[in-house]
């Protein structure tokens, strides 16, 4: 296991080195082809150029390859990577990349997700969008995806690129323009996604998806490639030149995909079937976050804490605030003892706007310590007035882990907790109990939980994460909603949260503790 501290190193870097057997493969592409140079706009330590040093032993390909971390290259160089037949270079590739084009660009570009961008370094990559795209993109993309179309821009007609990038290229907001853009106007030869049995880079909360792209016109199929365990039969693949999908290979699953079937599932999911009825979950719930405390270590307290600190009962809801807590389909009373015998907090402090002079003094008392700590500070709370207000949420019938490997997502309410931002709320559009009973029936369905892998950004070792929007999207079975659900029912007036704060942030910037 890699430790936390190098981890979170890496990640500020954007750094994680592709293995050999990955990287040969991805070299391969281009041994086939014509191209007399090879470049990487992203070169690390060189993992591309040791590949193609035991590929082409007649170093008929030159290398040329720009990084702006000195410390990397420096790594590629003590460990005799680069040599004298190898052009390296320090350079910005986003903000100074080279005035030619190539016939044969390769690359990992680094992985650093938008928030760790600084405000000047995003002016210049909308800058770079509009350059290379002609409109802007959603701006919650990371930096590979601009690696990616700063590198298509400097691709030669007929020339090939190979690019392994996190899946989110192909999940995120931001994908539709993105892959629209792209296979309009190149061809996306294969795409390669792996299980987490063959995940190129174990440990790192991301799957990996390597894209195979051709300045040439845009066909209407792909191949698509799905690797089951760490083999040589990927690099067999793209070093025989054919790439036949009908060829028999054992640890790959070889699939040809209309293009704009892949679009509209995904690039990184398994082709899918999906019901024609056009059903969608959003048709049967409304589906909102969990709550966002801005402090869980405030106002999220065990039900000690809450003794040892006077506060009255009527202040306080039992709430959930960690999936692993919730081991099973169903949270009952009985679970949220057992959370809170293992030293959990359970209860949540629930103020309104009233002054703090009305309140217990042990609140007030309490109240005083969060100003101590300048929690009143803090971007999301100082959105509040007063800062202690917390915001509403009915006991909703269903929870929803939106974050997580386990196989149960969807969580019936028997106890009546209130969520914070580690599970999402389904509030159905009726009351009625044989309604709620029917639809919990197919949120529970085996079919249904599968369909999640169609809406869901996928993570390391089999994670999907689920948003709000795309939870709403989450197709539905025909054959479950004509049995349990049809005639759709008329939006319920009393789950429209009438009493809902406006959340402070969107949803995709809430991380829960």
């Not at 704009?260 to 056009?278: C, F, H, N």
């Not at 009233?354 to 999301?380: R, W």
Request: charged share 25%; hydrophobic share 40%; with cysteine.
């Amino acid at each position: 296991m890699i430790a936390k501290e190098k981890i979170e190193k890496l990640r500020n870097k954007g750094q994680f080195w592709t293995p050999q057997w990955v990287a040969k493969a991805m070299v391969a592409y281009f041994l086939q082809g014509e191209s007399s140079e090879l470049f990487d706009p992203a070169v690390g330590a060189g993992a591309f150029y040791q590949a193609l040093k035991c590929l082409d032993t007649d170093r008929k390909i030159a290398f040329y390859g720009t990084d702006i971390s000195m410390e990397a290259v420096k790594q590629g160089t003590r460990e005799q990577v680069f040599d004298s037949a190898s052009a390296i270079e320090i350079r910005d590739f986003i903000l100074n990349p080279p005035q030619r084009k190539f016939s044969a660009i390769i690359a990992n570009p680094p992985y650093i997700r938008h928030h760790r961008l600084s405000t000047e370094m995003k002016a210049e990559l909308k800058k770079l969008t509009l350059r290379n795209i002609g409109k802007k993109i959603d701006g919650r993309a990371g930096i590979h995806i601009y690696f990616l179309i700063q590198a298509l821009g400097l691709l030669e007609n007929h020339g090939k690129l190979s690019f392994i990038m996190p899946a989110d290229t192909c999940e995120g907001v931001f994908a539709d323009t993105l892959w629209h853009w792209i296979t309009s106007r190149y061809c996306l030869e294969t795409v390669v996604i792996f299980d987490s049995e063959a995940t190129p880079f174990p440990s790192v909360d991301t799957n990996a998806v390597i894209f195979f792209i051709s300045n040439n016109p845009p066909k209407k199929s792909i191949n698509w490639i799905r690797v089951r365990k760490e083999t040589s039969e990927l690099f067999d693949y793209f070093g025989s030149g054919s790439h036949e999908p009908e060829a028999s290979y054992l640890d790959l699953d070889i699939t040809e995909r209309d293009i704009s079937e892949a679009l509209i599932t995904g690039l990184s999911r398994k082709p899918a079937i999906v019901s024609r009825s056009g059903y969608k979950l959003g048709d049967f719930a409304k589906i909102i976050r969990g709550i966002a405390t801005g402090s869980n270590e405030f106002f999220f307290l065990t039900r000690k804490q809450a003794r040892q600190l006077e506060i009255p009962q009527e202040y306080l809801k039992t709430a959930v605030g960690r999936t692993r807590d919730v081991t099973t389909s169903t949270i009952t009373t009985e679970d949220t003892d057992r959370i809170d015998q293992k030293g959990r907090p359970t209860l949540l402090l629930c103020l309104g706007d009233q002054s703090t002079t009305i309140l217990p003094v042990a609140l007030q008392n309490y109240i005083k310590q969060g100003v101590e700590k300048k929690l009143h500070e803090k971007i999301l709370i100082s959105t509040r007035n007063p800062w202690y207000k917390m915001e509403r949420r009915e006991p909703p019938p269903f929870l929803f882990a939106y974050l997580g490997r386990r196989s149960v997502r969807f969580i019936k309410n028997e106890a009546g907790v209130i969520p914070l931002t580690g599970f999402l709320c389904l509030y159905p559009h009726s009351q009625d109990s044989a309604y709620i009973a029917n639809l919990w029936q197919v949120l529970q369905h085996e079919e249904t939980v599968n369909n999640l892998a169609l809406v869901g950004k996928s993570y390391g070792s089999g994670a999907i994460k689920v948003e709000p929007r795309a939870l709403a999207n989450l197709p539905l079975p025909k054959h479950l909603v004509d049995r349990y659900l049809s005639p759709t029912p008329t939006p319920s007036l009393s789950h429209s949260q009438p009493n809902q704060e406006k959340p402070s942030l969107p949803p995709q910037l809430i991380l829960f503790a």
